[in-house]
Nanobody, 123 residues
Framework: QVQLVESGGGLVQAGDSLRLSCAAS????????MGWFRQPPGKERELIARISWNGARIYYADSVKGRFTISRDNAKNMVYLQMSGLEPEDTAVYSC????????????????WGQGAQVTVSS
């Protein structure tokens, strides 16, 4: 199993940008689909971005499309989520996760999870 650790969360103002990083250890990420989930207060966790092992296929939820960018660096065993135009509605705990197949979209499809990073956007 791969161990994942997120970093880069924090408190920002509406309109600001923030980059989350996900560092992996224990095995290489190069064969895994990676996803970013978020869970707003009182709401269910949702997949907001997903990237295939080679970066060729990327998915974004409508709520973040055009504002967030997922990327990966397999050589560094890292995955990133660049967030721009942040809104108070983006306030959530953000988690990265790894899945063994391409079209993973549900939480149960992802086998490894980070501990989560809090992102708070003030208006």
């Amino acid at each position: 199993q791969v161990q994942l650790v997120e970093s880069g969360g924090g408190l920002v103002q509406a309109g600001d940008s923030l980059r989350l990083s996900c560092a992996a250890s224990g095995r290489t990420l190069s064969s895994l689909t990676m996803g970013w989930f978020r869970q707003p207060p009182g709401k269910e966790r949702e997949l907001i971005a997903r990237i295939s092992w080679n970066g060729a296929r990327i998915y974004y939820a409508d709520s973040v499309k055009g504002r967030f960018t997922i990327s990966r660096d397999n050589a560094k065993n890292m995955v990133y989520l660049q967030m721009s135009g942040l809104e108070p509605e983006d306030t959530a705990v953000y988690s990265c996760a790894a899945a063994p197949f391409l079209d993973a979209r549900l939480s149960k499809h992802f086998q490894s999870w980070g501990q989560g990073a809090q992102v708070t956007v003030s208006s």
